[in-house]
């Protein structure tokens, strides 16, 4: 069946939903099995307790609105696996040419416990950063991983203000363990043999480097008895987060990682480490960590901001440890 029987903004309920697209009534996630739909629930009610904060940004892109949606699992959220298949489904919408249809609880039918769901409107996967990496607490307060989906409008939506997800008053620094980051977070590799259509999961070679590199670099710090964390940064009046490369605790070194050793590389790299360092206490020693030594220009670039530079070199690092007594 199809969109001609409810309109965004229009209310309904569950099991009405249920009987023109089917799904259930438990979950928030629900693959269809009688239409081409994954149906997703949102209740601020009951999903803030599990640190879900689904809605809108309250800022576009260069692409439009987007509207955020956390996925499945109490536990470190995953795509494989037991707890894995709704996530999954999301993940896999494009390739099942399944729909992805938003509804939000907004109060009871009068007399009933009955939950009243507003049709939020139909979405797809952003094409270019399909979900993004998260620590929140649970139910219990515990810390875990959360795959929170960046959803774009795939009809004519006009956002309410009242699905606006609430921005920050101050800005909020978490410490996070060293592996909250897309590349360490398996995906399936392929549908039906073909490799899909949604991941974020670095596929270009130079992000695929990077990953390799960091995880290389923190293996190392680790034989030497060193903790490494990353920083998650949620900036005040904004939702969406930062999230740096790994941080050395012992001897407070915050680094940038990157896949090429190129001069556009490392002037991202630059930038990133100023916009992070702003928020870091202690303020942190400064680090750009690369797969190979670069131009001699781009080394006297580094150091003309006070900026270290550590490069792999075969089975080592060269720059490292970095030299803390001069903070840049």
């Not at 904060?53 to 800022?59: A, K, S, V």
Request: aromatic share 8%.
């Amino acid at each position: 069946m199809g969109d001609e029987w409810i309109k965004p903004g229009e209310l309904t309920t569950r099991k009405e939903v249920k009987a023109h697209w089917g799904g259930g009534q438990g979950q928030g996630i629900h693959p269809c099995a009688t239409s081409p739909n994954v149906l997703l629930y949102t209740d601020p009610a009951s999903g803030e307790k599990s640190g879900y904060y689904d809605g809108w940004l309250p800022t576009e892109d260069d692409n439009g609105p987007v509207f955020e949606y956390t996925g499945d699992g109490e536990g470190d959220q995953v795509f494989l696996g037991t707890y894995g298949p709704r996530n999954r489904a999301i993940l896999l919408h494009v390739d099942e040419k399944r729909a992805l249809r938003v509804f939000k609880a907004v109060g009871t039918v009068p007399g009933r416990k009955t939950r009243i769901q507003r049709y939020v409107g139909k979405f797809e996967l952003d094409k270019e950063q399909p979900y993004v990496i998260r620590q929140a607490p649970n139910k219990s307060g515990a810390l875990r991983r959360v795959i929170v989906f960046r959803l774009r409008p795939s009809e004519e939506i006009s956002p309410l203000p009242e699905d606006v997800i609430t921005s920050l008053p101050e800005t909020e620094i978490l410490s996070v363990p060293a592996d909250t980051t897309t590349s360490r977070l398996v995906e399936p590799e392929s549908y039906n043999g073909k490799p899909i259509s949604r991941s974020a999961v670095p596929r270009t070679k130079a992000s695929r480097r990077e990953a390799s590199l960091c995880e290389d670099f923190q293996k190392m710090l680790e034989e030497h008895e060193h903790e490494v964390k990353r920083f998650q940064i949620r900036v005040a009046d904004l939702s969406s987060s930062l999230l740096t490369d790994l941080y050395d605790i012992n001897s407070q070194v915050l680094y940038e990682a990157k896949g090429t050793s190129s001069r556009e590389a490392i002037r991202m790299a630059i930038g990133q480490l100023m916009d992070y360092r702003r928020h870091i206490t202690p303020d942190p020693t400064l680090a750009v960590l690369l797969p190979e030594e670069p131009h001699a220009d781009l080394r006297d670039l580094l150091a003309s901001v006070n900026i270290n530079l550590v490069y792999k070199h075969k089975d080592t690092f060269i720059g490292w440890p970095v030299d803390t007594h001069t903070q840049s």
